[in-house]
C-alpha cells in the first residue's frame, strides 16, 4: 500500500506565492435568479418590514411593565412602613416616649433638664468675619416705608374680597328703591 499524503490546506499558504484576485463581477455573474427566489425574498423583505416595529413595540411594553412591577414593589414597601408607623402610634408607650422626646413633656413630678450648646468642637459652627467698627447708612428710608404699609393696610376697604362680588371686579348693580 501506498502511502497517501493529505492535500495541503488552504491555510497554509506559502509567502511566495502570488494571490488570486476575485473579480466581482464574476462572482455575481454565476449567480442564478430565478422568478420564485425573487418572489420570495420580497417576502423576506417584507417580513422583516412588519416585524420590526412589532418586536421593538414589544420589547418597549416589556420595560414599561418591569418599571411599573418596580413601582408597586416600592409602593408595597411604603405602604407596610407606614401601616408598621401606624400600629407603633397606637402603643401607649411609644406615644408618651414620642411626646417626651419631641415635645419635652414631663410626668408630675419630674424635673426637666435641656441641655444648650451640647455640641462637640467638631460640630460647632465657626466664626464669622468681622464686624465693622464702621457706621453704615442704609439706602432706604424704612420709617417712610413702615408708615406707608400701615396706612396701605388701614386704609384698604376689605382684607377678603367680598364673595357675592362678581369675579370681573365690576360694581354689582343696586335695586331700584
Known sequence: M??????PSRSRRSSDAPRRRVDVRD??????????????????????LVLVPTVGTYLDQQQRIAALKNSVQLTESQIADLQAQSERWDDPA???????????????????????NDLTEAQ??????????????????WMAQ?????????????????PTAPADGSTPATPAP
Do not use: H
Request: proline residues 3%; aromatic residues 6%.
Open 2 to 7: 501506498a502511502a497517501r499524503t493529505a492535500p
Open 27 to 48: 462572482w455575481l455573474g454565476g449567480i442564478r435568479l430565478s422568478g420564485f427566489m425573487i418572489i420570495m425574498l420580497g417576502l423576506v423583505v417584507l417580513g422583516v
Open 94 to 116: 411609644y406615644i408618651t416616649t414620642q411626646a417626651r422626646e419631641r415635645l419635652y413633656y414631663m410626668n408630675p413630678g419630674e424635673i426637666a433638664y435641656i441641655v444648650d
Open 124 to 141: 460647632q459652627p465657626r466664626e464669622q468675619d468681622a464686624v465693622s467698627d464702621e457706621v453704615q447708612q442704609t439706602r432706604t428710608d
Open 146 to 162: 413702615l408708615v406707608g404699609s400701615v396706612v396701605t393696610a388701614g386704609a384698604a376697604k376689605t382684607a377678603v374680597a367680598d
